[in-house]
């Protein structure tokens, strides 16, 4: 058996950078992971669509916009709405201190600000994965 | 543990997490599918296989989405199964074909699914036909299998497929060259994408003569035997059996496949495309080679299997170091490879 990891990488809302996607993306795919991304502008409904058709264990959400306070929710309740409560869901990007405790609380199991080394992740998803 | 009746009648039912299950662990190597795999068997055969495969960065993904677009619109359900390469060095891969399917993710007629290549024992053909076969088994009408054309990939398509589109781009100056070195033989519907830049009407004009080439040098009805040229993955129904498929409006009163422009990006062509499939499906089936090409394919995969097994067996650490020392002994002169190769198979069979 060769159980790989996989991580669905993506970018809700508006915002038209994905530099910081595609770092994230990178390095998860050195670690050994396999990574399916789905661009920018993504609505959350299909990041859930794409997370289920994809079997990923991991959604990692990236986001600069600022919108991440409804986007973020929005696709922890859709995850449940289809029953999925076996993915680990995390967050990234331009996200303030303040809203990290109602994140969590949302159910993203953790939020990496920019800066964070790629490592971090990668420890935090091999140590959390849900299945 | 797998309950499999229940896991077999979600796929059958079409639940989407129901088949990324069974394709995960498929692609894992996960013996607990194989008993799921095995309860779906008898409802298999009925999807149409089509592999999309060419250079990297053709527009194959951008393509796709236009023919699952074009089979939507006529009222067919598409499941799509996109390799892409894992790194050699990591095993990792970046997935990146769904980027350009993002308009079906909500249709639940549409399954996307994203594969790496992995290190699979035996390439990469056994994990992707088993996953086809999920797809198939959930009732696709179609499943559409996208492969980069480089190195071993492109011969395994034509193993999975029933149908194969050999795309091609103007621009790539080797690309054509590429085509030469043997994978011309693979296609039976030839696309040049990026019609809307220079050059793609020359592209048009090689593959043709080249085709037309093979065709002059009898390039081989030994094909509907299901032996000789079939062996190297060509199949040729063009060649093959042309009188019967020209009536289907599949290729040309000649046999030559068609070889068509499209421009991805705006969906230009791609309709023509679909219809040439569709028509050489309705010519593979009429003239009997659908079984034919299936049989030979499922011969593949026996071998495949067969092989995967056997490795598997020197996959346990003793068998590895009996590899190891089998092959100091050929290079220490000790033994010959035939020599070698009775031990072995004394000792795994
Ligand atoms: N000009 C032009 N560009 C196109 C066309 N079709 C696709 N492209 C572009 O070509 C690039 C590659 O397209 P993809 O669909 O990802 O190609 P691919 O063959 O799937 O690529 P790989 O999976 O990486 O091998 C993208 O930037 C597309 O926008 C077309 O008809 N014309
Ligand atoms: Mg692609």
Known sequence: ?131 | MTDVPEAARRIRSGDPRALARAISRIDDGDPAVIEVLKALHADTGRAHVVGVTGPPGSGKSTLVDKFVREYRERGLTVGVLAVDPSSPFTGGAILGDRIRMQSHALDEGVYIRSLATRGHLGGLSGAVMEAARVLDAAGFDRVLIETVGVGQSEVDIVRLADTVVLVSVPGLGDDIQVLKAGIMEIGDVFVVNKADRDGADRVVREIRSMLETALVNGASPRALSGTGAADRGGHHIAFAAREAVSSHGYGDAHGLPPVLKTTAETGEGVGPVVDSVEAHRAALAETGLLRERRLRNVGYELRGALGNRLLARLGTPDAVSRLDRLAEDVVEKRRDVYEAVDVLFEELC
């Open chain 1, 1 to 131: 058996m060769d159980r790989k990891i996989r991580v669905l990488v993506a970018k809700p809302g508006l915002d038209g950078h994905d530099r910081g996607a595609k770092v994230i993306a990178r390095a998860l795919r050195d670690a050994g992971m396999e990574v399916v991304y789905t661009g920018l502008r993504q609505t959350p409904e299909q990041i859930v669509q794409a997370a289920i058709q994809e079997d990923a264990d991991v959604i990692a959400l990236s986001i600069l916009s600022g919108a991440h306070n409804h986007l973020f929710p929005r696709v922890m309740e859709l995850l449940s709405e289809k029953g999925v409560n076996d993915v680990l869901v995390i967050g990234g990007g331009v996200i303030p201190e303040d809203d990290i405790p109602f994140l969590k609380k949302a159910g993203i199991a953790e939020i990496f600000g920019p800066g964070t080394p790629t490592k971090a992740t990668i420890d935090f998803i091999r140590a959390n994965l849900k299945r």
